[in-house]
């Protein structure tokens, strides 16, 4: 009996779903990289969000608090690690530098 109920629930959950959504397309900037910069996910502060910005130290640890440029100043930020994905990077509306 509960299996049919749940069966109704998600068919009236899907007739809910938004189908005309669609998926925004990243679009790659042209970012200056050099060499010896590391990319780092960092999880601002003040909202929670998840950035990617660049530092010239590669021995930035995990959980590490740094202090992050963002449109409204200096903001901390906790360093969630490493990241190789350039192609995401590059996707980044701003490749900010860790100060």
Same mark, same amino acid.
Request: net charge negative; glycine share 2%; no cysteine.
């Given at each position: ?13 899907? /007739? ?5 959504? /669609? ?46 440029? &963002? ?11 490493? &990241? &190789? ?5 590059? &996707? ?8």
């Amino acid at each position: 009996m509960d299996s049919i109920n749940n069966d109704i629930d998600l068919k009236e959950l899907e /007739q809910l779903e938004d189908r005309d959504i /669609q998926k925004k397309k990243k679009i790659k900037k042209e970012h200056d990289l050099a060499s010896d910069d590391h990319l780092y996910r960092v999880k601002l502060r003040y909202n929670n969000y998840s950035k990617i910005y660049k530092s010239k130290n590669p021995e930035i640890k995990i959980n590490e608090l740094v202090i992050v440029p &963002t449109p409204y100043g200096l903001e901390l930020a906790r360093i969630q690690g490493k &990241t &190789t994905n350039i192609e995401e990077a590059m &996707t980044e509306d701003e490749l900010l530098e860790i100060a």
